[in-house]
C-alpha cells in the first residue's frame, strides 16, 4: 500500500507509513503498542511548539466524571489539560496524523474507528492519575488511546512512567518513561493503566478513536 499523502489544513506531508503499520502489528499481537521514536519529528516538534504557545491558563484541571468534588479528583488525577480542535497549525498537524492512523487502522484491522478526541495534558511535580480504564464495556464509545509524550531528557530519577497492567489487574505489562517521540496505543476498555508520580513537570498528549454509536449497536447485538 502507498504511503498517505494529505493535505489537511495545507500541511501535505507524507506519512511514513511503516509507523503506522509497527502499531497495527503490536496492537494485533499484543493489544498494546509501545514505540520509541514511533511518531514523525514533524509532528512531535508541532506538539512541542504547541504547548510552548499555549497560556497557561488555557489549561483546565482535568475531571474524572460529574460526581466527584475537587479533593476526589485530585487524589485520582493531578494533570490540566488543554483540548486540540485543531485551530493552530500545530494541533493541525497533529490531527491529521491522527486521522492518517485512524484510516490505516481501520483498512488493517476493521475497527471502524470513527471519530478522535485529544488534549494537551501537564502533571505537575508530585502529581500522578490512579489507576484506570479508559472506557467501560458498553458504556463508552471509547475504543483505542493514544499517548505521545513530549519531554526531553527524562531519566529514570524524574518517574512519571505509565504502567499498563494485563486485564486481570495483576501484572505490569509494561512500564513506559514518558520521553519525548514515544507513542503508547491500547485497547482502551481492557488494559487498565496508571501515571505514577512525576518529580518535574511531565508534558504529554493523550487521544481517543471512537466507535459511532449507531454503527457500535449494529456490531455489538445486545448480550
Ligand atoms: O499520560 C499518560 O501516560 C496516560 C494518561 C492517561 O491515562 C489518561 O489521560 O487517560
Ligand atoms: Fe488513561
Known amino acids: 500500500m502507498d504511503n498517505f499523502s494529505l493535505n489537511n489544513g495545507g500541511i501535505g506531508h507524507i506519512f511514513d507509513q511503516s509507523l503506522f503499520d509497527n502499531i497495527v502489528d503490536d496492537l494485533v ?11 514523525p519529528d514533524f509532528v512531535v516538534n ?3 511548539q504547541g504547548v510552548k504557545a ?6 483546565k484541571k482535568a475531571g474524572i466524571g460529574r ?3 475537587y479533593q476526589t479528583k485530585h487524589a485520582i488525577r493531578g494533570d490540566s489539560i488543554c483540548w486540540i480542535e ?9 490531527l491529521a496524523w491522527c ?15 470513527f471519530s478522535f478526541e485529544s488534549h494537551y495534558a ?18 463508552s464509545n471509547r475504543k483505542l488511546s493514544i499517548i505521545v509524550y513530549l519531554n526531553d531528557d527524562w531519566c529514570s530519577d524524574d518517574g512519571g512512567e505509565l504502567v499498563i497492567y494485563s486485564p486481570n489487574q495483576r501484572l505490569p505489562l509494561s512500564r513506559v518513561a514518558p520521553k519525548r517521540g514515544t507513542i503508547v496505543t ?14 518535574k513537570t511531565r508534558h504529554s498528549v493523550a487521544g481517543w478513536f471512537s466507535v459511532n454509536t449507531s454503527i457500535n449497536d449494529n456490531i455489538d447485538p445486545p448480550e
Open 86 to 94: 485543531g485551530t493552530s497549525e500545530e494541533g493541525a498537524t497533529w
Open 29 to 39: 499481537e499484543h493489544g498494546i503498542s509501545v514505540r520509541e521514536n514511533g511518531v
Open 99 to 113: 486521522e492518517a492512523l485512524r484510516v490505516h487502522i481501520n483498512r488493517t484491522l476493521f475497527m471502524g474507528l
Open 67 to 69: 460526581a466527584q468534588d
Open 122 to 139: 501537564t502533571y505537575p511535580p508530585g502529581t500522578f492519575y490512579k489507576r484506570h480504564l479508559d472506557a467501560f464495556k458498553g458504556q
Open 186 to 199: 491500547f485497547l482502551s476498555d481492557v488494559f487498565p493503566h496508571e501515571v505514577l508520580t512525576a518529580k
Open 46 to 48: 508541532a506538539l512541542c
Open 54 to 59: 499555549l497560556p497557561a491558563r488555557q489549561f
